[in-house]
């Protein structure tokens, strides 16, 4: 198990005398004198870069002669790694020097450095605090340390409090978000919002402002990260195996979700929110309704999309300027954090996505009633529908449902098959597709409890409504216009048009 180790340096840029021509740049007049500065000044520009120049001299000597270290600026890093087990324990209870911490040490003092002491840590050690970040070799984490993670949650919520915010603490604040990098890797997509708002204040010369909805919005996702953890693994990840591939893709009237391991092929077709929306965005959506519909199954695996769109590839890692995309981007990576899943979106050429085809086709099985007629339905029926047991997750009408298909959000999956026992004494509503009419209306013959069946006629009557009368069901009629089917022009409904092939709708009802 290794160990660190850190020193800093004292005064750090005292250590670096200026050269008499460098002095002439490094120089201020005020009234009849002029100032020069005997050392490398703070706020020029070159300084920062020089000094790590400096300081790279003992470094690399250090490397070449096999120590492990990292510098930045005045802040060195030291990697320590025990012979053994009895050489760790001895070393953790300083019962013999560490020969790497003397070295770097009488290294940087030879050198004509000056080591702050009381910053510095000699004592090797599992767990350390390196430039704003704990690291931890037994956990193998790198850490958010509680104090800085309170601080901007503090900085947040003074700018939250009043009705106007300086532009210096919004400034402070996206600084400290970026800084974060190391343990959000997508932290790019979560200062997008306040991004936006400095810009714009700065465009305006202003120096305070008004804080957005949006940028509220987004800090409500910094503060949610207290629930999923501040530190992440930095063990290498071994993609070699994918895990399970999940193939999204999008058309402009429909989006397809494929899962060959599951033998599952979902195709929907885009409602009124997404209909106008770009490609890229839609191909976002597909893969964030897979994670919402299926998140639960997928939870604490490996798992890797699939997508032919390079715009949401490359957008899963750096955001994307598109407000309308990042809120995609940023709810795909907020369901992986939720399940705990090791998620991956990588692009695959179209010609090998499996998802494309069932993408371009609609699916006019899929039908739904309108939002008026089945308030029609309802408002001539006793009691509310509390199970939808013929539903996908774009056609559910009550809040508890029964897929036809795989679901987490379902109650359960397949009603054909769904354990009768636990649906006795509720309230069911069914539209299956035309084809299965019939055996959706014997097994709802089947349960001791109140329903309701729709079923379209074309041409010539549903064999089920001639079944439903001989036994004597209450049959009721409803508008032609209430059937919503997947189309591929554009409606005020997104791709959803009223269908106009229908000759008659009819609801056969039991105990309701």
């Known amino acids: ?302 798992v890797t999309f699939l997508c032919d769109n390079d715009s949401v590839v490359q957008g899963a890692i750096n955001g994307s300027k598109d407000p309308e995309m990042n809120k995609q981007l940023v709810r795909i990576w907020m369901l992986a954090q939720k399940r705990k899943i090791d998620l991956k979106i990588e692009w695959v050429s179209t010609k090998l996505q499996k998802a494309d085809d069932p993408s371009r086709i609609i699916d006019t099985r899929e039908q739904k009633l309108t939002v008026e007629g089945f308030a029609y339905l309802q408002s001539h029926l006793q009691k509310p529908f509390e199970i939808d047991v013929a539903a996908t997750e774009i056609n559910k009408k009550c809040a508890i449902f029964i897929a036809r298909k795989m679901s987490q959000n379902a109650f359960g999956a397949d009603f054909l098959t769904f354990p009768i026992h636990k649906l006795l004494g509720k309230t069911l509503y069914a539209f299956p597709p035309r084809k299965i009419a019939l055996a959706y209306y014997k097994r709802l013959l089947q349960i001791a409890a109140p329903w309701a069946l729709i079923v379209t006629s074309y041409e010539a009557e549903n064999p089920v409504l001639t079944l439903a009368r001989e036994k004597g069901f209450r049959l009721i009629s409803l508008p032609n216009d209430c059937i919503w089917t997947p189309t591929k022009g554009l409606s005020q409904h997104g791709f959803w048009k009223i269908a106009d092939n229908i000759a008659e709708v009819h609801a056969i009802v039991n105990r309701l």
């Open 1 to 302: 198990m290794n160990k660190q180790a850190r020193t800093k340096d004292a005064s750090g840029y005292h250590q670096m005398p200026l050269a008499a021509e460098s002095k002439k740049m490094a120089c201020f007049k005020w009234g009849n004198y002029i100032f020069e500065n005997n050392i490398l000044a703070f706020g020029i520009p070159a300084a920062p870069g020089m000094y790590q120049l400096l300081n790279s001299v003992g470094i690399n000597f250090l490397r070449q002669n096999g120590i492990k270290i990292t510098l930045y600026l005045d802040d060195r890093l030291l990697i320590i790694s025990p012979k053994s087990e009895n050489h760790r324990k001895k070393l953790l209870t300083e019962e013999i020097l560490c020969k790497e911490v003397w070295l770097v040490a009488a290294t940087l003092v030879a050198l004509g450095g000056f080591v702050n002491i009381k910053k510095s840590e000699f004592k090797p050690t599992q767990r350390i605090e390196f430039l704003g970040f704990i690291l931890d070799t037994n956990k193998e984490t790198v850490e958010i340390p509680e104090g800085r993670w309170n601080t901007l949650k503090k900085r947040m919520r003074d700018a939250e409090s009043g009705k106007m915010v300086e532009l210096k603490l919004l400034e402070r604040i996206r600084g400290t978000q970026a800084s974060m990098v190391e343990v959000f890797s997508n932290m790019r997509m979560l200062i997008r919002q306040i991004t936006i708002l400095i810009m714009q204040t700065e465009l305006e010369k202003k120096t305070e402002t008004v804080l957005t909805k949006e940028v509220r919005r987004e800090w409500k996702l910094w503060y949610e990260f207290e629930k999923t953890g501040l530190s992440r693994s930095w063990k290498r990840e071994d993609r070699s195996d994918a895990g399970l591939l999940i193939y999204t893709d999008a058309s402009k009237h429909a989006g397809a979700i494929v899962i060959e391991k599951w033998k599952l092929s979902e195709k929907f077709a885009w409602e009124e929110d997404l209909a106008a929306a770009h490609i890229g965005i839609k191909e976002a959506a597909a893969i964030r309704m897979a994670l919402e519909w299926y998140g639960r199954n997928l939870a604490k695996k490996r």
